[in-house]
T-cell receptor, first 112, second 114 residues
């Protein structure tokens, strides 16, 4: 599975958009980009995933560059409850066990 | 519906003791994963079950760790002769087992070995 690089920490003002970047320059053609987050003392929570098209759901939007070497998770209107560690993970969805390989993630602090 | 549940939520034991941690996956999910998370780190994969069988146990750190899933639903992670270095949060996740499946995590069991 490809390795990802994320900034260790970011701040965001409450009500503003939070844009979390992720580099995955060695991603393979069959690998998807997944985002999870982990709020303090809880298990990781699935947010969104995508292959090459931009994706949006009720939680966030995922923008993947055309060359697929990087992506951005967008929380359109961050709230204090969005303070968490955000993990960007790439993995194939077939041909392997599906295990997730977590890095250090980005600690997002939403400030009032 | 109900999510992944794990019991106990906290476990304190003494060095050298045996512990069992339980995971109840989402109903109908055939795939089940165990991860371990040390303080300040991301979760690390331990073992993956597809049905009753362990399809990938490459993440188990040594032979003191063992996991079972006898009926393809509930799973138990067993740790023998616990060491202080085993202290961590043990996370369980399940997925539908179908192609293109998403893993859903439980709240974890915090294990402290004194």
């Amino acid at each position: 599975d490809a390795k990802t690089t994320q900034p260790p920490s970011m701040d965001c003002a409450e009500g503003r958009a939070a844009n979390l970047p992720c580099n995955h320059s060695t991603i393979s053609g069959n690998e998807y980009v997944y985002w999870y987050r982990q709020i303090h003392s809880q298990g990781p929570q699935y947010i969104i995933h995508g292959l090459k098209n931009n994706e949006t759901n009720e939680m966030a939007s995922l923008i993947i560059t055309e060359d697929r070497k990087s992506s951005t998770l967008i929380l359109p209107h961050a709230t204090l409850r969005d303070t968490a560690v955000y993990y960007c993970i790439v993995r194939a969805r077939s041909g392997n066990t599906g295990k997730l390989i977590f890095g250090q993630g980005t600690t997002l602090q939403v400030k009032p | 519906g109900a999510g992944v549940s794990q019991t106990p939520s906290n476990k304190v034991t003494e060095k050298g003791k045996y512990v069992e941690l339980r995971c109840d996956p989402i109903s109908g999910h055939t795939a089940l994963y165990w991860y371990r998370q040390s303080l300040g780190q991301g979760p690390e994969f331990l073992i993956y079950f597809q049905g009753t069988g362990a399809a990938d146990d490459s993440g188990l750190p040594n032979d003191r760790f063992f996991a079972v899933r006898p009926e393809g639903s509930v799973s138990t992670l067993k740790i023998q002769r616990t060491e202080r270095g085993d202290s961590a949060v043990y996370l369980c996740a399940s997925s539908s087992g179908l192609r293109a499946d998403t893993q859903y995590f439980g709240p974890g069991t915090r294990l402290t070995v004194l």
